[in-house]
Nanobody
Framework: QVRLVESGGGLVQAGGSLRLSCAVS????????MGWFRQAPGKDREFVAA????????FYADPVKGRFTVSRDNAKNSLYLQMNSLNPEDTAVYSC?????????????????????WGQGTQVTVSS
């Protein structure tokens, strides 16, 4: 088990940018595949982006492709989500998630049920 803590959310105008961070406890961060998910009010949780333990394999949901970039710094036990060209439809609580892969460098997961560690979430609000 690891502990995940998100930060970096806030209120931004449409067209603006935010960078979310997810700090992960423990000394085996690179053995975890990581993901970002979001949930808007009244909607189901939605996959946003995923990254393998090595950082070499990435996946994005179609609505964020070309605007969002997921990255990780294994030396700092940190996951990031750079969000550019934000629009009101991006308003949601964003959560990071971790899935143990036994150091598989390319494993990635896009379904929330495949992750077993979650952060508490950070609110992102985009005004029009």
């Amino acid at each position: 088990q690891v502990r995940l803590v998100e930060s970096g959310g806030g209120l931004v105008q449409a067209g603006g940018s935010l960078r979310l961070s997810c700090a992960v406890s423990g000394r085996t961060f690179n053995s975890y595949a990581m993901g970002w998910f979001r949930q808007a009010p009244g909607k189901d949780r939605e996959f946003v982006a995923a990254i393998s333990g090595s950082g070499g394999r990435l996946f994005y949901a179609d609505p964020v492709k070309g605007r969002f970039t997921v990255s990780r710094d294994n030396a700092k036990n940190s996951l990031y989500l750079q969000m550019n060209s934000l629009n009101p439809e991006d308003t949601a609580v964003y959560s990071c998630a971790a899935r143990q892969t036994n150091y598989n460098p390319i494993a990635t997961f896009v379904e929330g049920d495949e992750y077993d560690n979650w952060g508490q979430g950070t609110q992102v609000t985009v005004s029009s």
